[in-house]
Structure formats: structure tokens, C-alpha cells
């Protein structure tokens, strides 16, 4: 599937560019992360670890690598693909969850805040 299938270069807008796994074979970047669509119909259930889009596609991330290997005294390329959705989705729990601590810590601080000013009035 990854063969034919284009895929999108994370990062900067600079830096992206479409592409497919064979054409990345032949640029000269060693190595980055992408992230591609892949169509509901050929999922076989629900992963809770791809996001769904509103399309009802899932999207994948990835890394494609390329590393220079010695193989019986020759220098051969291995291509190695990852799968990065576990380390996408560590990243947004860190950050929803930084998000709701700044959250907890304010209303908690509003309430200390609030019960001070009532044990003044009392």
C-alpha cells in the first residue's frame, strides 16, 4: 500500500512536500516524518489510535528513513518505516493534559482567592 501511496511531510511549511515512498528513496533528505490518509473502507475496525477525520479516512503518521549499511563489504541502503502514532498520540495526551492542569490551577487559585475575600467580609 505504501508503495503508490502519497504522503505529506511533516513540519515546517517550508519543509513539506508530497511524496511517495519510492520517490523518497531517490531524494536526498535521509530521513522524516509523514503522514498520509488512509480511507475508511480498507480499515477493519475502529483504531482508536488513528484520528479519524471528517471524511471518515483515518490519518497515519510515519518516519521513512534511510540508513547506509556495509553487507558483506558492500554499502547497501536499508529503508526502514516507522510507525509514529503512538508517539503522536503521547503528544497531544501531554499537551491536552498541560492544558487542563493550567486550567485546574486557575480555578483553584480564583476559588482560594474567592473563599479569602469571604472569611475577610465575615
Request: hydrophobic share 35%.
Amino acid at each position: 500500500m505504501l508503495q503508490n501511496t502519497e504522503v505529506s511531510r511533516l513540519g515546517k511549511e517550508e519543509d513539506a512536500y508530497q511524496t511517495t515512498a519510492w520517490n523518497f528513496l531517490d531524494h536526498i533528505e535521509k530521513g522524516a516524518p509523514f503522514s498520509f490518509n488512509v480511507p475508511a473502507d480498507q480499515m477493519e475496525d475502529d483504531n482508536p489510535e488513528m484520528q479519524r477525520n471528517t471524511d471518515g479516512s483515518y490519518t497515519k503518521y510515519i518516519s521513512m528513513n534511510k540508513v547506509n549499511v556495509n553487507v558483506s563489504g558492500s554499502q547497501d541502503k536499508l529503508f526502514v518505516v516507522r510507525d509514529l502514532n503512538s508517539m503522536v498520540n503521547l503528544q497531544k495526551l501531554m499537551y491536552t493534559k498541560k492544558h487542563f492542569n493550567y486550567f485546574t490551577e486557575k480555578i483553584v487559585r480564583q476559588i482560594q482567592e474567592s473563599s479569602e475575600v469571604s472569611l475577610i467580609n465575615l
